[in-house]
């Protein structure tokens, strides 16, 4: 397999492990710049066989218009209404209110909010009204970005105190490799998974998952782990996990 990795993309030692395990296995892999607004690759990838590529999800698409396989696995179950058909009981924010942004209704205190797709329209966030209501008309009025529109679907719900954060690496039902990547208010990186986060981890993933790869961050909260998203491995942070064990998983999927 040629793996496409977006240089200087992730500024944390993930990325350097990932190129330090692809030439220590003689995994051919190049590394290209994302030409902006979906523009393509420099230099220009043209191989034979199947490609994976770890970047941005601007490379995420150019690699399904290439038609790479696997090239990158997302599609349009990478959706919080999607999550919650299939795993609502043990979403962390399972009853939150489904619109779209500019019909969030006003909310009295601290809320969170979240884009629905993973798209990167904005990132999920605690807010106040004062606050989120000025950046709303700004955003309804000039723009911030082609994915956060007036009609883009969000979910709202009350926030809740996270005293953990992992994300774990799922590739065909099975959890290969996993971090804590924030203890309270603390972000840091460090292999350590406890093993009723594992555990919960490997009964979601046997339970349904959005694709073949993906990485699923389990959120513990009031002492019990809960899935907090799922995001597109291709463009997802390492923080800390194993990245050998991400690579080898992948190129052992068969196609």
């Known amino acids: 397999m040629h793996w496409v990795v977006q240089d200087n993309l992730f500024n944390e030692r993930g990325f350097h492990e990932l190129l330090r395990v692809l030439e220590r296995g003689g995994i051919p892999h190049t590394l290209v710049k994302v030409i902006p607004f979906d523009g393509g690759v420099e230099p ?18 150019y690699a399904r218009r290439r038609g790479w396989t696997p090239g990158a696995f997302i599609n349009e ?21 489904v619109c779209r942004f500019a019909e969030v209704p006003r909310q009295e205190g601290a809320f969170f909010i979240r884009p629905c797709l993973d798209d990167k329209a904005f990132s999920g966030m605690v807010a106040r009204w004062e606050d989120f209501e000025p950046w709303r008309e700004q955003v309804l009025r000039v723009g911030d970005t ?20 992992y994300r774990m690496v799922v590739v065909d039902g099975r959890v290969v490799t996993g971090t804590r990547y924030k203890l309270g208010d603390r972000v840091f990186s460090s292999s350590e998974v406890e093993p009723d986060v594992w555990t919960f ?43 050998g064990k991400m ?8 196609f």
């Open 201 to 243: 981890a490997q009964r979601m993933a046997a339970r349904w998952g959005p694709d073949r790869a993906y990485a699923l961050d389990i959120f513990v909260h009031e002492h019990r782990p809960h899935v907090g998203e799922i995001n597109t491995l291709n463009a997802a942070g390492f923080y800390a996990y194993d990245v």
């Open 146 to 165: 082609p994915q956060l529109t007036a009609e883009t679907w969000v979910a709202v719900s009350e926030p809740r105190r996270i005293q953990s954060e």
């Open 77 to 97: 179950r990478f959706d919080f209404r999607v999550w919650r058909e299939h795993l609502g009981e043990f979403l962390l924010n399972g009853d939150a209110r």
């Open 44 to 61: 220009t990838v043209d191989v034979d066989g199947h490609v994976m590529v770890m970047g941005s999800l601007s490379l995420a698409r």
């Open 247 to 254: 690579v080898d998983a992948i190129e052992s999927m068969p």
